[in-house]
C-alpha cells in the first residue's frame, strides 16, 4: 500500500485550516492510488487531543508526543518527520504553502535526499511518479512538473475545501520522538513584543491592503481604520514596506505572505506580478485605484476607478 | 569567525522581463543582463561586521564563468575568499541538488562557524535553500533574520513573527538568512575592486566534491501562459458616498459581510 502523510501545523491546540485542508488536496489521489493518508502532527501535550484530532476524516493520525517539542520550531518537526518517513518511506509528504510549512518541507526534503516542488495546486498519479501544476511568475504561466514517487510538497493554500468531518474512526499511533533534548540546537530564547496591532493576515478572512496610491505614511491611518471596522487584518504591498511605512509582516506578496482570505480589499495598490501571485486565491477581491489600466484590476471582482482618500473615509463613515 | 556567504547570480530585477524561456522550457538566463541577488548583499555585509577578518570570510556561489564576475563583487565589499563550483554536469540542478553541492563544497573547503544567505532570492522567491543547507550539514537554522548577534559559541538571531520579534539562540556552527532590514550593504571602494581583481577563485566541479546527488529529480513538462479574462464589475457613482453604499452592498451580496 502507498502512504500519502500530511504535515499538520500546530497553532495552540488547532490544526491550522491551511493544514486540514490539505486532506482535500490527496483525496481523490488516495482514493485513485489505494493510499492511506495519514496526518502526522508533532508537538506537546497531543494526547489528550487525540480524539479530536483524529476528526478531520483521515485514517491515520500519527502523533510524536514529547515536552522537548513544547516550541514546535520547524527545525524539531522537520527533523522528527524526517526520521520517521526514512523508516517508513511514505511515497508523498506534503504541507501547507506558507512559511512554517516551507521550512518543515525544506528539511524533510534535505535530510530523506527526496526532492521538494514547492506551491502545487494539484496533484495527479504519472509514470512511476507525479505530475503537478504550480504557477510561476506571479501566476501568468501554468507549470506542470513531473516529480519521482517519493517526493515532498508544499500546497498552495485555499485550492482545496478543507472535506468535512467524517465518521472515520482514526487509527491513533503515538511515538516518541527520536531527538534527544540535547541535540536540539535551536531555542527561543524571549519574544520582544511588537508595537503593531491588529490580527494576522496569515488566517484573516478579511484583509484591508495598502499601496502607494495612498501617498504618505500618515495616510494609512485610513487602511488602519477601515480593517478595524472590518475586523481585518491590515496588508501591505511592498513599495510600502520599502518605503518603510510598515513592518514587513504586513506584506503580501510572493516576496512577503501568501493568502487566500474570503474578502481582500487592495487600496491604491496597482498590482505588482509578485502581489498579485501572492493574493490572486482570495474569494473576492476588490480594487480601488486612480489608474483604471492598473493591474489590480485584471484579477478584481469590484473595482472602484478613484482616490482612495475619498474612497475610504467613504467606507469608513458608512460601516 | 569562520563565515562562508552564499550568493546568487540573477537576472537584473531592474531589467528582468518576465516570462521569457529558451527552447529547452527553463528560463533563458543567458539573454539578461546578470546582477548579485540584492539580499546577498546585506548577506556578506554581515559576515564583515560579524567577523572583522576579511580572510575568514568566503563567499560561495554555483554556475558557469560568468558568476565570477559577482564573486567579484563580493570580494569588492571586502570578503576575503571566494569558491565557485562550475560543472556543465549540474546546470540545471533543483533545490536539493543545488543544497547538497553547496554544502558538499563548504564541507570541502574547511571549517566554518557560520552560514549567511540573503533571505530570498528576486528570480526564485522561496527562500527556502539556507534550511536545506542547514538540514544537510545537520546545523541548525534561523531564517529571515533582522538581527545577529554572536555571545560564546552561540547566536542570537532575531526574526519577527505575529506576536513581535522571536530571538531564537542557536549553536554555533548554524545557518542564518537575512533580510534587507538587518543592514546597509557598504559599496565597494576603488582599492577594494582592484584587490577583488587579484584574489584567484578557486573552482570546483561535481567530480572534486564526491557528490551524491539523488537519481531521479523534478522535470518540467510544459509551459503554459494564463490568459487572464476580467470578470470585474465598476462601482461608480456620483460620490464617494454612494459608491461605498453600492459597493459595501455588492460585497454583502456576495455572502461576505454580513
Redesign the interface.
Known amino acids: 500500500m502507498k502512504h500519502f502523510w500530511i504535515v499538520g501545523q500546530l497553532v495552540g491546540s488547532q490544526v491550522t485550516k491551511a493544514s486540514s485542508e490539505l486532506l482535500g488536496s490527496l483525496h481523490e489521489l488516495a482514493v485513485d492510488q489505494l493510499a492511506e493518508v495519514a496526518v502526522v502532527l508533532v508537538g506537546s501535550d497531543l494526547r489528550m487531543r487525540a480524539p479530536t484530532l483524529g476528526r478531520m476524516g483521515q485514517p491515520m493520525t500519527i502523533l510524536i508526543e514529547s515536552e522537548n517539542l513544547k516550541n514546535r520550531d ?2 524539531i518537526v ?2 522528527e518527520v ?1 526520521d520517521l518517513a526514512a523508516k517508513r518511506k511514505p511515497e508523498l509528504i506534503i504541507t501547507p504553502h506558507n ?1 512554517w510549512g ?2 518543515v ?3 524533510i ?3 530523506t ?7 502545487v495546486q494539484s496533484i495527479s498519479a504519472k509514470d512511476d ?1 507525479f ?1 503537478v501544476e504550480k ?14 514517487s517519493s ?1 515532498v510538497l508544499t500546497v498552495h493554500p485555499g485550492v482545496f475545501d478543507t472535506p468535512r468531518s467524517a465518521d472515520i474512526t482514526t487509527t491513533v499511533e503515538m511515538l516518541e520522538p527520536a531527538t534527544m533534548a540535547s541535540e536540539i ?10 508595537d503593531e496591532d491588529g490580527p ?1 493576515i ?1 488566517d484573516s478572512k ?1 484583509i484591508v491592503s495598502c499601496g502607494r496610491g495612498l501617498q504618505k505614511k500618515e495616510n494609512l491611518v485610513l487602511g488602519k481604520q477601515l480593517a478595524r471596522k ?1 475586523g481585518a487584518a491590515l496588508g501591505a504591498s511592498r513599495a510600502i514596506v520599502d518605503a518603510e511605512w510598515i ?3 504586513h506584506q503580501v506578496g ?2 512577503g505572505k501568501v493568502v487566500s482570505p ?2 481582500y480589499i487592495a487600496c491604491g495598490i496597482s498590482g505588482a ?2 502581489h498579485l501571485a501572492g493574493m490572486r486565491q482570495s ?2 477581491i ?2 480601488i485605484n486612480r489608474d483604471p489600466d492598473a493591474p489590480i ?10 482616490d482612495c482618500m ?2 475610504l ?3 469608513i ?3 | 569567525m569562520k563565515i562562508n556567504v552564499c550568493i546568487k547570480q540573477v537576472p537584473d530585477p531592474e531589467k528582468f522581463p ?2 521569457q524561456f529558451n527552447a529547452a522550457g527553463r528560463l533563458a538566463r543567458d539573454s539578461f543582463p546578470k546582477a548579485t541577488n540584492p539580499l546577498d548583499k546585506n548577506a556578506c555585509e554581515l559576515a564583515l561586521n560579524l567577523s572583522n577578518v576579511p580572510e575568514d570570510v568566503t563567499a560561495f556561489s554555483m554556475g558557469p564563468e560568468s558568476v565570477k564576475e559577482t564573486l567579484r563583487e563580493a570580494l569588492a565589499m571586502g570578503i576575503g575568499n571566494a569558491v565557485l563550483v562550475n560543472d556543465p554536469e549540474l546546470e540545471g540542478s ?3 541538488s543545488t ?2 553541492t553547496l554544502a558538499s563544497a563548504m564541507k570541502k573547503h574547511g571549517e566554518f562557524d557560520m552560514i549567511v544567505c540573503g533571505a ?1 532570492s528576486t528570480d526564485a ?5 539556507p ?6 550539514l545537520n ?6 533574520a533582522e538581527k545577529v548577534r554572536v555571545e560564546g559559541n552561540n547566536a ?1 538571531v ?1 526574526v ?12 554555533l556552527p ?1 545557518v542564518v538568512s537575512v ?1 534587507k ?1 538587518i543592514n546597509t550593504p557598504r559599496l565597494p571602494s576603488l582599492r577594494g575592486m582592484n584587490k577583488a581583481m587579484k584574489i584567484p577563485i578557486t573552482e570546483y566541479t561535481a567530480d572534486d566534491l564526491d557528490l551524491e546527488l ?1 537519481d ?11 490568459s ?1 479574462q ?7 457613482g456620483e ?3 454612494e ?3 453600492k ?2 452592498t ?2 454583502k451580496m ?1 455572502g ?2 454580513s
Not at chain 2, 216 to 226: A, Q, R
Open positions: 520547524t527545525e522537520g527533523r524526517a512559511q516551507l521550512e518541507a525544506a528539511k526534503s534535505a535530510r535526499r527526496n526532492p521538494l516542488v514547492t506551491d511518479g505530475v504557477y510561476v511568475f506571479g501566476g501568468q504561466i501554468l507549470s506542470k512538473v513531473w516529480t519521482p517526493s540546537k535551536k531555542a527561543l530564547d524571549h519574544i520582544e513584543p511588537s494576522s496569515a478579511i472590518l513592518h514587513s509582516s510572493l516576496t474570503r474578502l506580478d509578485q474569494d473576492i476588490v480594487a484590476f485584471k484579477i478584481a471582482d469590484f473595482g472602484v476607478v478613484g475619498e474612497i473615509p467613504a467606507l463613515e458608512y460601516l | 518576465v516570462g533543483d533545490l536539493l543544497a547538497i530570498k522567491e522561496m527562500g527556502i535553500l534550511a536545506m543547507i542547514a538540514d544537510i546545523i541548525p537554522s534561523v531564517l529571515g542570537y532575531s519577527p513573527s505575529e506576536n513581535g520579534t522571536n530571538v531564537w539562540k542557536v549553536n548554524c533580510t532590514n539523488p531521479s529529480k523534478p522535470k518540467l513538462l510544459e509551459h503554459t501562459p494564463v487572464t476580467s470578470q470585474i464589475e465598476f462601482i461608480k460620490s464617494a458616498d459608491i461605498a453604499n459597493l459595501i455588492a460585497i456576495k461576505v459581510l
